[in-house]
Each structure stands twice: as structure tokens, then as C-alpha cells.
Nanobody
């Protein structure tokens, strides 16, 4: 069973950058699919990006395509979300999650981190 710990959130001005990290504990990400989700105030939890453990399959939501990049390190222990050109509408709690199969919906994922707050000021 893998445990997930997110870090890297914070407050940034519009146009700025942040890099979120999702570290695996108790296991590596080998044989898992990892997703980044976000949930803004009063909104549903939506997929932001997803990656297979091999890095061979990658997805970015249209809202972040060209601005955010998901990646995984060679040791398969950490997944990153590089966020550039941040906008106020990117403000949300960001969660990483792991699944044994490929999916883009929250209910496809079995393991979740605690979340990290990202706030973008205008």
C-alpha cells in the first residue's frame, strides 16, 4: 500500500510559478498511475494531470495544457507538477492520488494525499 505526501503549495502572484511534489511512502510508484486533482471553494474535485509509473502515458486537462507539466523521477518515488503562468482561477487545494489503473475521475483512485493549498493573487 502506497502513502502519498504532497508539498510545495503556497501563495503566489498571477503569472508566477510553483512546483508541487508528491512523494511515495511505504512503496514506490511502480505499477501505479498517479493523478493530480484540485478542488476550489464550492467546486468539485477535478483532474489536473495524470501520468503512468513508466512516464509513457501523460494527460493534462485543457485548462492547464501548456502551463502545467506532470513528471515522475527515475526512482519512481516522486511525481511533480510544475505550474507556470498561474492564474487566480488556479486557486485550489491540490491533491495527488494513486491508482492501479488508468483513470481521470476521482473515484478511479484508491490512495490520496492530504492536499496542499495553492493560492494565486491577482
Amino acid at each position: 500500500q502506497v502513502q502519498l505526501v504532497e508539498s510545495g503549495g503556497g501563495l503566489v502572484q498571477a503569472g508566477g510559478s510553483l512546483r508541487l511534489s508528491c512523494a511515495a511512502s511505504g512503496s514506490t510508484f511502480s505499477n501505479y498511475f498517479i493523478g493530480w486533482f484540485r478542488q476550489g471553494p464550492g467546486k468539485e474535485r477535478d483532474i489536473v494531470a495524470a501520468i503512468s509509473w513508466s512516464g509513457g502515458s501523460i494527460y493534462h486537462a485543457d485548462a492547464v495544457k501548456g502551463r502545467f507539466t506532470i513528471s515522475i523521477n527515475n526512482a519512481k518515488t516522486t511525481v511533480y507538477l510544475q505550474m507556470n503562468s498561474l492564474k487566480p482561477e488556479d486557486t485550489a487545494v491540490y491533491y495527488c492520488a494513486a491508482s492501479s489503473g488508468w483513470g481521470l475521475n476521482p473515484y478511479d483512485y484508491d490512495y490520496w494525499g492530504q492536499g496542499t493549498q495553492v493560492s494565486v493573487s491577482s
